[in-house]
């Protein structure tokens, strides 16, 4: 899948950015060192060091564009590319830290919860995580419906259904002698403004390999595929979202972790 794009996925931060406020107040222990797995453009840092002043913050991303973004505004900060998979195998140079945590980037991990054992292991004190549990909103049924017409599902194939689980699925995954698992969900209700919003928003974030694989034809045969997907997809986003007066809102479930050493 060809890179991130840090400007599209910053278009509504606010919102994106609530989720991990919530999971930082849970985390009850002060941690003198914070990895941030999947940092992105490193504008959550900010939030890590006015929880935590003085404690040393560093970034992981498989993202270079967002790294690159991230050492741009942030060029106090540790920011490193790598692997969620090498961190949790000790591969990833980044070494463990007091608190280990994740905002919506273990979604994009392959078999993800066989990892999370792993990770809470490199933490010495907490690892907290939160991931959306909208696999099965309209955003994405229609994602996955609309890939599947032609011409499209000739490009892109099948559209995967990345599920993360439930709360006390995680509680399962992660509860053990010597830890303490705090799961719990919340549905937040995002008012977005502009024109097709939705469509912006998912086009930042969930829908990049479908929007890449039909950027790729395009360039390399001279077609319009991702205008023809991006009007038939806009067109059913709007009828499932419509529209009000204020705006235009969007549920959006997510899911959060925080497993503590030692309480």
């Known amino acids: 899948m060809a890179d991130w794009s840090p400007t599209d996925y910053l278009r ?38 006015r929880r935590w002043p003085g404690a040393s913050v560093v970034g992981l991303d498989t993202s270079a564009a ?33 608190l280990v945590i994740s905002n919506a980037a273990f979604q994009w991990v392959p078999d993800h919860r066989d990892l999370l054992p792993l990770l809470a292991d490199r933490a010495r004190h907490a690892f907290a995580f939160s991931v959306p549990g909208n696999h099965d909103a309209p955003s994405h049924a229609l994602l996955r419906e609309v890939a599947a017409r032609p011409p499209f599902a000739d490009v892109v194939g099948p559209v995967e ?28 209700v995002h008012v977005l403004d502009g024109d097709d919003p939705v469509l912006a928003w998912i086009s930042a974030t969930g829908a990049q390999p479908v929007l890449h694989a039909l ?6 045969h001279g077609s ?10 806009g067109a059913a986003l709007r009828a499932a979202y419509p529209r009000r007066p204020y705006g235009t809102p969007l549920e959006f479930r997510r899911v959060f972790v925080v497993a503590t050493r030692g309480v």
Not at 174 to 188: F, K, N
């Open 66 to 98: 967002m790294i690159e973004r991230a050492r741009a505004t942030d060029p106090h900060g540790t920011y490193l590319l790598g692997d969620v998979r090498d961190h949790a195998t000790g591969r990833s140079g980044a070494g463990d830290a007091d």
């Open 12 to 49: 509504y931060t606010d919102e994106r950015s609530r989720p991990f406020g919530e999971l930082v107040a849970r985390v009850r222990r002060r941690p003198a060192s914070i990895l941030d797995l999947g940092c992105g453009p490193g504008h959550l840092t900010a939030v890590l060091r």
């Open 215 to 220: 950027d790729d034809h395009d360039r390399e």
């Open 161 to 188: 259904r990345r599920a993360t689980a439930d709360p006390a699925q995680y509680l399962d995954d992660l509860a053990r002698p010597g830890w303490h698992v705090d799961a719990w969900e919340t549905t937040y």
């Open 224 to 233: 319009d595929l991702r205008t023809r997907f991006d009007a038939q997809y």
